[in-house]
T-cell receptor, first 112, second 117 residues
Framework: QQQVKQSPQSLIVQKGGISIINCAYE??????FPWYQQFPGKGPALLIAIRPDVSEKKEGRFTISFNKSAKQFSLHIMDSQPGDSATYFCAASTYNFNKFYFGSGTKLNVKP | GAGVSQSPRYKVAKRGQDVALRCDPISGHVSLFWYQQALGQGPEFLTY????????KSGLPSDRFFAERPEGSVSTLKIQRTQQEDSAVYLC???????????????FGPGTRLTVT
């Protein structure tokens, strides 16, 4: 059973638009929710992360929105750029950070 | 080196061969993780080390998979009698793993792409 469900599988956005990727989880013990960006041939790189004690975290053009009651969180990429074209993964971990569960990924294509 | 390195980057094995994949974590990082990433999928947890101790190996798919980190730095993932379903990218990640966030943030290597023919 997949611990973290991610959608959509792929996303096409025009340059300057907003990209939105959604994730949902069931395990209420999850305490840390990172987002990773992966380019072809590279390992995932941490983009931004949130703990459940806040509902939103913003870093530059990237924002995580977190809804604890709905057990959902999402990544918003404002003013999307062609350089943002990559695969994005959400993930979740419990408080001890010893095991991370990843979503299935969203392939983002930003059209110039 | 500045980041996590893995070798080889690509490995082709005939079905039934044994393979060994190496991970060099960031110096001083206590925690080390191995993941398996199938084509078009997210990384799936295989095993976790804290220093030389393997604290969680619940993700290893079968007893053909074995991981070690004997001196608490370099780690090796060994797959015996490889099968076609073992074809995937094997990712290694490390984290400082002490104290509080952000020391638990994971840094990934580029992965080893294993193809079993």
């Amino acid at each position: 059973q997949q611990q973290v469900k991610q959608s959509p599988q792929s996303l096409i956005v025009q340059k300057g638009g907003i990209s939105i990727i959604n994730c949902a989880y069931e395990n209420t013990a999850f305490d840390y929710f990172p987002w990773y960006q992966q380019f072809p041939g590279k390992g995932p790189a941490l983009l931004i992360a949130i703990r459940p004690d806040v509902s939103e975290k913003k870093e530059g053009r990237f924002t995580i929105s977190f809804n604890k009651s709905a057990k959902q969180f999402s990544l918003h990429i404002m003013d999307s750029q062609p350089g943002d074209s990559a695969t994005y993964f959400c993930a979740a971990s419990t408080y001890n950070f010893n095991k991370f569960y990843f979503g299935s990924g969203t392939k983002l294509n930003v059209k110039p | 080196g500045a980041g996590v390195s893995q070798s080889p980057r690509y490995k082709v094995a005939k079905r039934g061969q044994d393979v060994a994949l190496r991970c060099d974590p960031i110096s001083g990082h206590v925690s080390l993780f191995w993941y398996q990433q199938a084509l078009g999928q997210g990384p799936e947890f295989l095993t976790y080390f804290q220093n030389e101790a393997q604290l969680d190996k619940s993700g290893l798919p079968s007893d053909r998979f074995f991981a070690e980190r004997p001196e608490g730095s370099v780690s090796t993932l060994k797959i015996q009698r490889t099968q076609q379903e073992d074809s995937a990218v094997y990712l290694c990640a490390s984290s400082l793993g002490t104290g509080t966030l952000p020391t638990y943030e994971q840094y990934f290597g580029p992965g080893t792409r294993l193809t079993v023919t």
